[in-house]
Nanobody, 126 residues
Framework: QVRLVESGGGLVQPGGSLRLSCAAS????????AGWYRQTPGKERELVAGISLGGSTNYAESVKGRFTISRDNAKNTVYLQMNSLKPEDTAVYSC????????????????????WGQGTQVTVSS
């Protein structure tokens, strides 16, 4: 009933830009903390950027100054603007969000669950 869908990935040349979107759908009350992660073969998944409900952000050292995470609460969407892309940025990027949703129940009308999207491939290559 609650879904996260990433979009915006693709093939881009070094120095190029991409904007990833993470759209949540369903009976959503609010999205609390959200983040973008990435993973490549042989590496553990790492946090790229995170954003709190209030808009506070944090970034991996390797992407500071190049990536920007933002959110549009009205659209239940989180974005990752990626500029000055490097080959080492190549990875599957996944969105994670703590979502408060309406359960449909009367006694317990809300619940908060951490959701993952399916991921979107970003390839930086010439």
């Amino acid at each position: 009933q609650v879904r996260l869908v990433e979009s915006g990935g693709g093939l881009v040349q070094p120095g190029g830009s991409l904007r990833l979107s993470c759209a949540a759908s369903g009976s959503i009350r609010s999205i609390n903390r959200a983040g973008w992660y990435r993973q490549t073969p042989g590496k553990e998944r790492e946090l790229v950027a995170g954003i709190s409900l209030g808009g506070s952000t944090n970034y991996a050292e390797s992407v500071k100054g190049r990536f920007t995470i933002s959110r549009d609460n009205a659209k239940n969407t989180v974005y990752l603007q990626m500029n000055s892309l490097k080959p080492e940025d190549t990875a599957v990027y996944s969105c994670n969000a703590d979502i408060v949703y309406y359960t449909g129940g009367y006694i317990h009308p809300y619940d908060e669950v951490s959701y993952w999207g399916q991921g979107t491939q970003v390839t930086v290559s010439s």
